[in-house]
């Protein structure tokens, strides 16, 4: 099997554990997500298996739609409901609707953010979660996040309850997200439910769960997405015959080699595409290196040899 399970993580398993699952199911060796989703958050997870596990890193950087809760007042070390408290505030009759969207609307865009103690970022080698169990905290550089769009859905004052929807980048914490504007309000907050809605094109309407794969197997191969489709916005180039052991063995071909190059194809540099043998067999993702002229270099930087 090589492809793309997009998966239904539930509550209360680490992603690992969600992929260690899905190899035992249908027996397979090689299994990775791309992008961890919290323990105690649900939704979408995609396991890329077999030589997908190649392409991770081009999923990795897709947009996430999330959906949350919120509660404010109520501050834990965690960012979240799965944390101990730390700090208890009063929540003012003046926080309403409105002063929780104008605070919304200013983190929108590219923001700093600190990575929380409670997550899986490296510090002189150990894992900052490990830290924080023994009671350790170290200074943390902040990162760079982009937020697409932050949205108010609902906001319950009497029970503090704030429901919200969020798109943004790889790399956002979005219960250090609660925890800042928590504080921007004065009264502290954190995360109280998390559901990953939708990663790049794949949604939470189309994911399978992981007692249905349990109790059917074969719904592994019906709900298998081909590197092709998942892949689906780069360009496609196909090479002749005579060069599809040169893409296999990851040597540089020319555009004489290619039986085809769409118009507007744009070379520049980390720009990637498919390459295909003429027999529509996806031989590997490339990328050209240099130009010469009107003859263009490209060189393979994942070869798909079970394909």
Do not use: W
Not at 133 to 146: D, F, L, Q
Not at 279 to 294: D, F, P, R
Request: net charge positive; proline share 3%.
């Amino acid at each position: 099997m090589n492809g793309i399970l997009n998966i239904f993580k539930p509550k209360g398993i680490t992603s690992y554990q969600a992929v260690k699952e899905v190899r035992n199911i249908l027996g397979i060796p090689k299994a990775g997500h791309t992008g961890t989703l919290d323990p105690s958050a649900s939704g979408v997870l995609l396991v890329c298996i077999g030589q997908a596990t190649k392409i991770a890193e081009f999923l990795v950087g897709m947009e996430k739609h999330y959906q949350g809760e919120m509660i404010l007042g109520i501050s834990t070390d965690s960012q979240d409901s799965e944390g101990k408290i730390v700090q208890r505030r009063e929540v003012k009759t003046d926080i309403d609707e409105k002063r929780i969207k104008d605070i919304f609307q200013k983190y929108e865009g590219i923001i700093s953010q600190i990575p929380p103690m409670f997550s899986a970022v490296h510090y002189k080698g150990e894992r900052l979660y490990r830290l924080a169990r023994k009671g350790i905290e170290v200074k943390r550089s902040p990162k760079k996040i982009k937020i697409y769009k932050l949205n108010l859905m609902n906001f319950n004052q009497k029970a503090c309850i704030v429901k919200f929807e969020v798109v943004c980048s790889k790399g956002t914490y979005v219960r250090t997200l609660c925890n800042d504007i928590g504080d921007e309000l004065g009264c502290g907050a954190h995360l109280s439910n998390l559901v990953r809605k939708k990663v790049g094109n794949f949604s939470i309407e189309d994911s399978l769960n992981l007692e249905e794969l349990k109790k059917d197997k074969t719904l592994g191969k019906r709900y298998l997405i081909s590197i092709d489709s998942a892949l689906e916005e780069l360009n496609k180039i196909t090479v002749k015959s005579e060069a599809t052991k040169t893409v296999l063995n990851g040597g540089i071909i020319s555009s004489e080699q290619i039986v085809e190059i769409p118009k507007g194809l744009k070379t520049r540099k980390n720009n990637f595409f498919k390459i295909f043998d003429v027999k529509g067999n996806l031989l590997s993702i490339g990328t050209s290196i240099k130009k010469n002229g009107k003859n263009i270099f490209f060189k393979p930087v994942k070869v798909f040899r079970n394909n």
